[in-house]
């Protein structure tokens, strides 16, 4: 059973507009989510989180919501660069849970020059 | 220093050899994790060390032994592989202060023939 479901395998952009990435999640009891990009042959780099505690947290051209009620969290890369290419993967963790994270099977974003 | 590096960064190797794999971080961190990942699925978790020791083991299959020689190396030790365990193999480690937020290292592409 995915706890973490990404549903949307590619994503297409235009540089400069918005891109936005989507991430589901089941278990209520996570509490704390993250964003990491990877670039093929490299392994993922770490990029944005969010604490339940909070709704959106903002770093440059990276924004993420979080809609606990829906269960639902979203990454937003405001304007897209065409480095900004790579697969994104979201990923939740559980308090006490000794740092373990469940990630989803990630979004091929494509950004177009 | 921020990274994580992986050596071998390719390894073929066959069904009764023993080969290992090296992690090294000099970021201080204190935990350190090996994940398997199969092509386009996500990162699953292996091994979690803490403070050096083995604070979780996934169920993993005893043809794979770590060890954490130290607070900056990890090595994960490979013995009568199976062809079903060719995957990308990487390593992680995250700061203290700020668990969930996990530094990968490159990967090593390992085939097991």
């Known amino acids: 059973d995915q706890q973490v479901k990404q549903n949307s395998p590619s994503l297409s952009v235009q540089e400069g507009r918005i891109s936005i990435l989507n991430c589901d999640y089941t278990?209520?009891?996570?509490?704390?989510f993250l964003w990491y990009k990877k670039y093929p042959a490299e392994g993922p780099t770490f990029l944005i989180s969010?604490?339940?505690?909070?709704d959106k947290n903002e770093d440059g051209r990276f924004t993420v919501f979080l809609n606990k009620s829906a269960k639902h969290l979203s990454l937003h890369i405001v304007p897209s660069q065409p480095g900004d290419s790579a697969v994104y993967f979201c990923?939740?963790?559980?308090?006490?849970?000794?740092?373990?994270?469940?990630f989803g099977s990630g979004t091929q974003l494509t950004v177009l020059p | 220093d921020t990274e994580v590096t992986q050596t071998p960064k390719h390894l073929v190797m066959g069904m009764t050899n023993k080969k290992s794999l090296k992690c090294e971080q000099h970021?201080?961190?204190?935990?350190m994790y090996w994940y398997k990942q199969k092509a386009k699925k996500p990162p699953e978790l292996m091994f979690v060390?803490?403070?050096?020791?083995?604070?979780i083991n996934e169920s993993v299959p005893s043809r794979f032994s770590p060890e954490c020689p130290n607070s900056s190396l990890l090595n994960l030790h490979l013995h009568a592989l199976q062809p079903e365990d060719s995957a990308l193999y990487l390593c992680?480690?995250?700061?203290?202060?700020?668990?969930?937020?996990?530094?990968f290292g490159p990967g090593t592409r390992l085939t097991v023939t």
């Open positions: 992680a480690s995250s700061p203290t202060g700020r668990p969930y937020e996990q530094y």
């Open positions: 278990n209520s009891m996570f509490d704390y």
């Open positions: 969010i604490s339940s505690i909070k």
């Open positions: 990923a939740a963790s559980v308090a006490g849970s000794a740092r373990q994270l469940t």
């Open positions: 970021m201080g961190h204190r935990a």
């Open positions: 060390y803490s403070y050096e020791k083995l604070s």
